[in-house]
């Protein structure tokens, strides 16, 4: 017995498994990056960073609110005075500021038309550690939750490593815009229940990632209907709520769910302020759920996830001031719908499409054309030219599990104006040169057909390395 399996055979299954999902090239991307970070001095050459999802335009706001209001940190002259009372603080309800304060700040995201109770606001590590509290309340190992595509890949780490739940795909496709359909969601749950799997809920992303797209209000109001149907549980992940910049306007679940009869018990939500203000390193994620067994499970299980009370009571005077936050939406608006247009203007000028968003911190675009041959291992192969020669750091349909070919997801708002730029520029050159290779061979191909008076190679052409290619119409093909 080697040295490597006696030391697995001391560990636990979840220790020694490979289901945690980072054998994904959405992974394998961030990997080369961190080998080779793209720095405009210290390594041009290096890898721009374009598969982080992060909104960080408007940092200047927060380090201006930070400087104005040194009251809000327990670390400062202004501040110490509070240091005990928080640094003992220990109560996994969370700062009843902090609850109240990210309740407000919620409904202020969502326009005002609906109201959260900070009651019903449970802590944990960020989205990734909401998103497994809620497996963890909701689903024995075994069960299964629907999921559209495409989705987060880090959905089968979060939802699934340690909860032992599965995902069962709903495949949607560009023939509708990717519309989440009655006819999908029935589809995946038939084949679920054929299979004898006990399916007790549905996940759905709103804004999505990665199509950076905002749901309908009658589509979230057909999917409502779905789950209630069903009497299965609706997970939404909100975590893009405010990253909405131009039209239509945002519409969340808490909102379709006032218009209409439905269980409550049933609607749960996913928030967290890694996404919308850019602060993953605060590891604030949030439960908030309409069913009170799910609120008083969560609250014992978020004992194992709280939110730092140093955060939290930072958060809770940053997100109170009403007028800060109010100019920090606008801006961060503003600054996505500026960044948005830069960047999809860049695309346009080389003729690569892109799926029309409108929310969301990505642009879902189309290389399609560029691959040599229209599968999955070919857009892998367009993946590694693009990372290991390109050196941008952008990720494959396929691990959003996308059920076509050809489809990128590239961010855009974690970079500066001038990284854009030489993102831009390498994306303009790549263009050129794999156009100018296409342009050449179709000049070149039709001077390599050659004439035998040998049916056998009729219909053959000569490889670039001078192999005769037998062509798949040749009678020689069709006779074996």
């Not at 374009?50 to 609110?65: K, P, S, T």
């Not at 606001?121 to 809620?134: F, R």
């Amino acid at each position: 017995m080697s040295l490597r399996s006696e030391s697995y055979q001391l560990l636990s299954k979840i220790a020694t498994n490979d289901q945690h999902g980072e054998n994904s090239p959405y992974f394998d991307g961030w990997t080369a990056y961190k080998k080779n970070p793209f720095h405009p001095t210290t390594n041009p050459q290096g890898v721009i960073q374009m598969g982080l999802a992060e909104n960080q335009l408007c940092f200047d706001l927060f380090e201006e609110w930070m400087k104005n209001n040194p009251k809000a940190s327990i670390c400062t002259p202004e501040g110490v005075h509070k240091f005990r009372d928080i640094a003992n603080f220990q109560d996994y309800h969370g700062l009843p500021e902090f609850t109240s304060a990210m309740a407000n700040y919620m409904s202020k995201v969502r326009g005002g038309r609906v109201r959260f109770d900070p009651n019903r606001i449970l802590m944990s590590g960020g989205a990734t550690g909401a998103n497994e509290l809620i497996m963890f309340c909701l689903a024995d190992p075994g069960d299964a939750f629907l999921v559209p595509t495409p989705y987060y890949p880090a959905f089968l780490r979060d939802l699934c490593w340690r909860t032992k739940a599965q995902l069962i795909p709903v495949h949607c496709d560009s023939s509708n815009n990717f519309k989440i359909t009655r006819e999908a969601l029935e589809a995946s749950y038939k084949k679920a229940q054929e299979d004898n799997i006990n399916v007790k809920g549905l996940i759905i992303t709103n804004p999505s990632n990665p199509l950076g797209t905002t749901i309908e209000k009658e589509t979230l109001k057909s999917i409502v209907s779905f789950i209630n149907e069903k009497t299965i549980h609706l997970v939404c992940d909100e975590i893009y709520a405010a990253t909405v910049f131009s039209s239509p306007s945002y519409v969340s679940v808490s909102e379709v769910i006032q218009e209409m009869k439905c269980n409550l018990n049933l609607i749960h939500i996913i928030y967290s302020l890694s996404k919308d203000l850019g602060f993953p390193g605060f590891r604030v994620g949030i439960v908030y759920s309409y069913n009170d067994e799910v609120v008083s499970c969560g609250r014992k299980m978020s004992s194992f996830g709280l939110v730092s009370t140093q955060t939290q009571y930072m958060l809770a005077s940053m997100l109170s001031d009403e007028k800060f936050v109010d100019k920090f939406l606008l801006e961060s608006s503003r600054r996505l719908s500026k960044r948005h247009e830069k960047f999809i203007k860049g695309l346009e000028e080389v003729n690569i499409s892109r799926f029309p968003s409108n929310a969301g911190l990505f642009c879902w675009m189309n290389l399609k054309s560029l691959l040599k041959e229209e599968t999955f291992e070919g857009e892998l192969k367009l993946w590694r030219l693009i990372i290991n020669e390109v050196k941008l750091n952008v990720s494959p349909g396929s691990s959003f599990n996308c059920s076509e070919v050809g489809w990128f997801r590239v961010c855009f708002a974690n970079i500066d104006d001038e990284t854009v730029e030489i993102a831009l520029k390498r994306i303009r050159d790549f263009i050129g040169k794999e156009t100018k290779k296409k342009v050449e061979v179709k000049r070149w191909q039709p001077n390599l057909r050659l004439s035998f008076t040998s049916r056998r190679f009729d219909e053959s052409v000569l490889s670039p390395h001078n192999h005769i290619i037998i062509s798949p119409h040749s009678p020689l093909v069709r006779a074996t």
